[in-house]
């Protein structure tokens, strides 16, 4: 069994309370009525083999001025929205293929943590004998109870933190990927130079990667490559600051790269590349080409295409204008020779 608890990790969370307050500098500013938070690491990445139990623990802390009533919440758990949201599934409702709540316990289920207090809770995880391989997705939840006694009349929502757990059951996983869109953004966010201006102009190279497989994946080595109307590369950037996203089956999220440099008008490629595997295993490497124009909006291309056609029906109109001028010019003594 490996037990994986990353160490730069989210926190999922809903609002721990509602409402503001504005105190003077001068005073130290006091808890909150009512508050939780997970002082452990709230994403859990543990890995397993079908009929094995796993276990471990979770702090919760009381971060508010009052008595708090808490009860354990285990839920499924989908991705929401391209930036990785989590859409925790109400309990009770599966997530297909990729369920992991009815597997899990956590204890105690309810109990009164007094405020500034610590509790390790008990989480176990029993995979079944015949569970699929791949990956499972929950959340342990902590939330306090509408009895609980506050100091305050701020209360208009229920406080609730979560843990994320992803499960990884051994056997014949499957990693795939696509990317599904790539979209190249002018931008106006372009560094400023020591006279606080910015010379050169930006672009945001904005890419959608979708899991095809039945298991979540980082990318690797992702990049962008960017070349000229010829082919020529121009530069490689990193897709993305960080690369620390989990992309869990059926899902879609968006990475991000940025570049400032001063490009011609023309037509360029902008080359999105990255690979997905297991640690330390085979990798596949998934690549996408999209081109994209630098130069003038299309309605300034219109309005100049617009210009030239009057000119060149003036001109055309000007010269058998003319041409009728000289014929008339020319033929009027012969008619009236001929009279």
């Known amino acids: 069994m490996t037990i994986r608890q990353c160490a730069a990790g989210f926190l999922l969370t809903t609002s721990v309370f509602t409402g503001s307050f504005h105190l003077p500098t001068n005073e130290k500013a ?26 471990g623990k979770i702090a919760v802390q009381n971060s508010g001025a009052s008595v708090a009533d808490i009860s354990t919440i285990i839920n499924d758990v989908l991705t929401g929205d391209l930036e990785g949201r989590p859409r925790f599934l109400p309990e009770g409702t599966s997530s297909h293929g990729f369920s992991l709540a009815s597997w899990t316990t956590a204890t105690p289920e309810r109990t009164i943590l007094n405020p500034n207090q610590t509790l ?11 569970a699929a ?7 342990i939840g902590f939330s306090i109870n509408s009895n609980t006694q506050a100091t305050s009349p701020i209360i208009n929502a229920i406080p ?3 843990a994320l757990v992803l499960l990884t059951v051994s056997g014949k996983a499957t990693y795939g990927a696509q990317i599904a869109s790539i979209s190249v953004k002018h931008s106006n966010k372009a560094p400023s130079d020591s006279r606080g201006q910015s010379p050169k102009p930006g672009y945001i190279v904005n890419s959608i990667v979708k899991n095809t497989g039945n298991i979540h994946f980082r990318p ?8 000229n109307t010829f082919g020529k590369q121009l530069l490689i950037i990193p897709m993305d600051a960080n690369l620390d996203k989990n992309v869990l089956p059926n899902s879609k ?15 360029y490629s902008a080359r999105v590349t990255f690979s997905i595997g297991p640690d330390g295993g085979a990798q596949q490497e998934i690549t996408k080409t999209v081109r994209f124009y630098v130069g003038p909006p299309w309605w300034v291309w219109v309005l100049v295409g617009v210009a030239f056609l009057l000119i060149v029906i003036a001109i055309f109109s000007r010269r058998r204008l003319r041409a009728a001028i000289h014929a008339f010019r020319s033929g009027s003594p012969k008619h009236a020779g001929g009279a």
């Open 220 to 227: 690797k080595d992702a990049r962008v490559e960017i070349k």
């Open 160 to 162: 609730r933190v979560y």
């Open 133 to 139: 391989p791949g990956g499972h997705y929950g959340a």
């Open 253 to 267: 999220r968006e990475f991000t790269s940025s570049f400032f440099r001063h490009l011609g008008v023309g037509i």
């Open 120 to 130: 390790q809770f008990d989480y176990e995880i029993k995979i079944p004998k015949n």
């Open 30 to 55: 006091a808890a909150p009525p009512v508050g939780i938070s997970i002082t452990t690491n709230p994403r859990i990445e543990l890995s397993g083999d079908p009929g094995q139990t796993l276990s």
